[in-house]
């Protein structure tokens, strides 16, 4: 192989710079072209992009965002809009493509290498962690710690007002980030879209702990379930303590990436160049057990991802 295109799509994640560049660096290694595709499925089907080298990639590692630009093409998603796409790699001679996104992302690399034999490697960057076939995705562990952030100062004027606090995370439909973020934060209670809402319950858990000293009460609430605003006017009008509705929002998808995420970048931007230098295309990359792996596209798309019950438990045995 001997030049590639690069492109992140979808909602941006913390940590696909550091991934570009793993992935530009590794392709220099191995002596191939790399191409920067701009705005996602858009600029392939614009011919939209820009040659990388080295120093293109410098200085990005720790930043949010991506240099790249992202969005959600819609044309991708047409026959006409995947053909202008494949005849831009063509004239460009490009012959192997790597996608930095999620779902929606990977269902368009997943049609050009099936119907059109274009060797694509989907990288997981999402903050939902909403895909089955890895036990996580790029821009995930970021985007908790920010609501870690948020929920820790929430946390001293809800008790200093003895309050509840709703507070909204994204997710789309995915109760991963409310998950994660409740029982690291030590939420009382998580809503999720995995499981039915019980009122009775949480009503009771707050009285309980309100009882046993507790000045305040944090609930996570999913975006998937409903709106902060709506799940507060529901539990106002059965609670007497003072709710309190905040969405994080787009805060989420900001800001240096942790640790944890800079590691899955290097390790799935190179994973994704080398599978393409040995001729492989048609694969995702994701990580297991601490251990990078790769799989087939379509196998990965179909996946259905579980909810882990099994954490949910642990959240409801120790917050309180
Ligand atoms: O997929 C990432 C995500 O942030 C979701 O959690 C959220 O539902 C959605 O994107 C928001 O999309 P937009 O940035 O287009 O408003």
């Given at each position: 192989m001997k030049r590639i295109g690069l492109l992140t799509s979808g909602g941006d994640a913390p940590g696909m710079n550091a991934c570009i560049r793993a992935v530009v660096r590794t392709a220099l290694y191995f002596g191939m072209d790399v191409y920067g595709i701009q705005r996602g499925y858009q600029g392939l089907i614009d011919d939209d992009m820009i040659p990388m080298q080295?120093?293109?990639?410098?200085?990005?590692?720790?930043?949010?965002?991506?240099?790249l630009m992202t969005a959600r093409c819609l044309?991708?998603?047409t026959k006409d809009g995947q053909e202008k796409a494949v005849k831009t790699l063509k004239n460009r001679k490009i012959d192997g493509l790597v996608v930095i996104g999620g779902d929606g992302s990977f269902r368009g690399a997943k049609c050009l290498s099936e119907d059109y034999g274009i060797p694509t490697i989907g990288i997981p960057g999402t903050?939902?962690?909403?895909?089955?076939?890895?036990?996580y995705t790029l821009g995930f562990d970021t985007a908790v710690n920010t609501c870690l952030d948020v929920i820790n100062k929430l946390r001293d004027t809800m008790t200093s007002h003895e309050r509840i606090s709703v507070v909204e995370v994204m997710g789309r439909h995915c109760g991963d980030i409310a998950l994660y973020a409740g029982i690291a934060s030590g939420a009382e209670i998580i809503i999720v879209p995995e499981v039915p809402i019980d009122m009775e319950d949480i009503i009771m858990r707050i009285n309980r702990s309100r009882v046993d000293g507790k000045r305040s009460n944090i609930i996570l609430l999913a975006e998937g379930v409903c709106t902060a605003d709506e799940f507060s006017k529901r539990l106002q009008s059965v609670t007497a303590y003072s709710v309190r509705s905040t969405v994080i929002g787009h805060?989420?998808?900001?800001?240096s990436p942790t640790m944890a995420d800079r590691m899955l970048a290097a390790q799935f931007g190179n994973k994704a160049v080398r599978l393409l230098n040995d001729g492989i295309g048609d694969r995702v990359v994701g990580i297991r057990k601490n251990e990078i792996i790769d799989m087939d596209i379509i196998e990965a798309v179909s996946m259905k991802k579980k909810f882990n019950y099994e954490l949910y438990q642990t959240l409801q045995m120790i917050s309180m």
């Open positions: 080295m120093r293109s990639v410098s200085n990005i590692v720790q930043r949010g965002g991506t240099m044309e991708m998603l903050i939902d962690n909403d895909l089955a076939y890895t036990d805060i989420q998808r900001g800001g």
